[in-house]
């Protein structure tokens, strides 16, 4: 009896999954949701977590302790966007001029949907690109494929003939792939929209507790970076730009870093110190010198960019404009508070 009701469980469970798994149109709309729900999860998480470890963080006043916590999902998030950005654009030959006879400002794969949330509607697009890159040591692809619980997932979402061939050996390589493929296709298209949810979540808290979290060059920054996201996720175009503006979320770990030395009374300490240094440095690296050269390239491209959608454009050339002007106002604020900080020390 018991069998009997594990088994139906099983059933319905495989079918609503391949069902989600299929269903394109509701993939961004849950993940976005979801993103927000990963938001609140690391928010609760952070200030459990807090009231045990930190003595000082329940003698913060209630907004102080929203803002700690706030502030610990950002850094989660800039983490993980800045470092799959880094990797499209430096490491990785996606949008090489050189390899790629597409143009440049259309470029995507499913590892940038993983970052970016771009999803083109089509399930063979991903299988596609495993089959361009099979032989290769991709270690991200095997760094998602060799998780068991990820593995035990697709082995969910296959039919019940195929699951058992794949456990006996049996499956073809070509059905696995396309299984492998398709799983990555949609959760790839899940995670960025899941980005797209943190903006959403951010803002949504700047503007509920507005000033405190933040002023409107806050709001600015993220209404923007929001529009931008989003669009890439939704079209695929500019997703090189995209991931350029990205990169200067690397500097985020270390400004919050810095707040929470302030609030926990650290202003003097050598580490206070060399935070600011470092924060200068970084900043003046990815949010002055990468917006220069992103200007250039697309002076480089511009034709490719007269391509894209009319608003396509208006992203491409508005979007880095304000962010890199609100990156000089903040750059100035950054060096007179270094320059004050090291006088303090002599």
Known sequence: MIAMAM????NHAELLLKEYLLADPLIPYTSIVGGIFACKMVYDLTNLFSDVYFKSYSSLTKLQ????NNRAISTFHAVFIATMSLYFVFCSDLFSDQIHG???TFQSSALSTFALGLCNGRE???YNFLLAHQGQNFLVLDLIFHVSDIIEFVFLALSSSDRNDMIQGKLSISTR?????KFLEQSLFGNCSVSVGYFISDLGMIIWFYPSLGGMEYVIHHFFSMIAVAYSMLTGEGQLYTCMVLISE???PGINLRWYLDIAGMKRSKAYLVNGVVIFFAWFVARILLFIYLFYHVSLHQDQVKQMHAFGQLI???VPVVLSV?????????FKGMKKTLAKQH
């Open 7 to 10: 088994k139906s469980y099983q």
């Open 65 to 68: 302790r929203i803002e700690w």
């Open 102 to 104: 597409d143009l440049v």
């Open 124 to 126: 063979e697009s991903a």
């Open 177 to 181: 792939e396309y299984w492998k493929a």
């Open 250 to 252: 690397t500097t985020t």
């Open 316 to 318: 491409v050339l508005v």
């Open 326 to 334: 609100m990156n000089l106002m903040w750059f100035w604020k950054i």
